[in-house]
Structures are given as structure tokens and as C-alpha cells.
């Protein structure tokens, strides 16, 4: 059965970005997250691929509430207390 252009559920997931790398760089470091903001790749493309990139996919940039909240849950998994990795720390004490 033919649809139209309706999306699959997978295409109507938000794509997010976060550009990293300063403006006019010739490659564009970015972070890349499908769904949610929190789980995200870090992608490197030159302006003109990344261009494209963003266009196919549609994507939204972080608000500034966003990448805050990356940045605190980044923070907490590298220097937190209550952590994975800090308890199995503690277990080896």
C-alpha cells in the first residue's frame, strides 16, 4: 500500500545536533543524536558534506538547555561520585 510521503517511525525520530568546531573550520566536529540529545556520536565532516548531511536529516540543534544537561550527565560519568564506575571503584578498596 502506497503511502505518500509519510515518514517510518524510525524517520520521525528528532535528529539533533550540536556543532562543536568553530565557525568557518574546514571540517565541522559535531555531535549527532537520534531521539535523544543525551545519547549522541561525534561526527567529523568536511562544511559541505556536513551541509548535506543536515539537510537529509533534518536535523534541530540543542537548545542551550541541552547541551547543558549533556554537559552535567558528561561531567557526572567523568568526575561524579555516584557513578558505575565510581561504586565498582569502592568494591575494589
Known amino acids: ?3 505518500g510521503n509519510a515518514k517510518k ?3 520521525r525520530l528528532v535528529k539533533y545536533i550540536r556543532v562543536r568546531s568553530e ?5 565541522v ?3 549527532f543524536a537520534i531521539g535523544d540529545p543525551n545519547l ?3 561526527l567529523i565532516m568536511p562544511q ?3 551541509e548535506h ?3 537529509k536529516n533534518e536535523v534541530v540543534h ?12 558528561m561531567e557526572k560519568w567523568r568526575y561524579g561520585e555516584d557513578t558505575l564506575m565510581a561504586h565498582n571503584h569502592e568494591r575494589n578498596n
Open 1 to 3: 500500500m502506497h503511502r
Open 9 to 11: 517511525p524510525f524517520d
Open 23 to 27: 565557525p568557518g573550520a574546514r571540517f
Open 29 to 31: 566536529e559535531f555531535d
Open 40 to 42: 549522541f556520536v561525534e
Open 48 to 50: 559541505g558534506a556536513f
Open 53 to 55: 548531511f543536515c539537510a
Open 62 to 73: 540543542m537548545t542551550n538547555e541541552q547541551m547543558q544537561a549533556v554537559d552535567a550527565e
